[in-house]
């Protein structure tokens, strides 16, 4: 079975804060993809990062950096000075092959407030 | 502006109604979903069209009906919906298999009265 865990509901800083998300996935499949998608109060999901299940390798993207370990099962997204644009619920996502097609599951989201 | 488009952007229905929601993109992606998420919850998969014919529909109840008249169109169509149907309907369409992630719309907001 597929889950994905993201344990913090809400998290409040304040903007020039660094702030990190945390996000867990179970899976048995040995090839999968995981993302992170922004959800703005539009509505919009808006696709941030996708990683695969062999490529380990950490990523930079300007104040956003993401740490994939499979040793401990978690993909984590971290803000460096973070923005009041930032605010907005950000969901971890995990895909894999099943009859059909790639299905994607997504976790519970955290929802991330930036105070001026 | 986002690449997927969904229409309307708010609708109000009866419980007797029939209505229709509108998806459209054209960035020549082959694979096109729908996905329904209530307040505070994550998105659930409900339908994945791949190359026009629909390969995945996750037990999703009779009262909704998808359509992929072509490649660049996904449409859902309700009838008989029930209050607690009322959420945010999002489209997203992807290459391929869907492994690269996905292109969402703004979604549907839908109310059902």
């Known amino acids: 079975a597929q889950k994905v865990t993201q344990a913090q509901t809400e998290i409040s800083v304040v903007e020039k804060e660094d702030v990190t998300l945390d996000c867990v996935y179970e899976?048995?499949?040995?090839?999968?993809?995981l993302f992170w998608y922004k959800q703005p109060p539009s509505g919009e999901l808006v696709f941030l990062i996708r990683?695969?299940?062999?490529?380990?390798q950490n990523e930079i993207s300007g104040r956003y950096s993401w740490n994939f370990q499979k040793s401990t099962s978690s993909f984590n997204f971290t803000i460096t000075a973070s923005q009041v644009v930032d605010s907005a619920v950000y969901f971890c996502?995990?895909?894999?092959?099943?009859?059909?097609?790639?299905?994607?599951?997504f976790g519970a989201g955290t929802r991330l407030f930036v105070k001026a | 502006d986002t690449e997927v488009t969904q229409t309307p952007k708010h609708l109000v229905m009866g419980m007797t109604n029939k209505k229709s929601l509108k998806c459209e993109q054209h960035?020549?992606?082959?694979?096109m979903y729908w996905y329904k998420q209530k307040a505070k919850k994550p998105p659930e998969l409900m339908f994945v069209?791949?190359?026009?014919?629909?390969?995945i529909n996750e037990s999703v109840p009779s009262r909704f009906s998808p359509e992929c008249p072509n490649s660049s169109l996904l449409n859902l169509h309700l009838h008989a919906l029930q209050p607690e149907d009322s959420a945010l309907y999002l489209c997203?369409?992807?290459?391929?298999?869907?492994?690269?992630?996905?292109?969402f719309g703004s979604g549907t907001r839908l109310t059902v009265v």
């Open positions: 990683r695969n299940s062999f490529d380990e």
């Open positions: 069209y791949s190359y026009e014919k629909l390969s």
């Open positions: 960035m020549g992606h082959r694979a």
């Open positions: 899976t048995r499949d040995t090839t999968y993809y």
């Open positions: 996502a995990l895909s894999a092959l099943r009859t059909g097609g790639f299905k994607t599951i």
């Open positions: 997203a369409s992807s290459q391929g298999t869907g492994a690269k992630g996905y292109t």
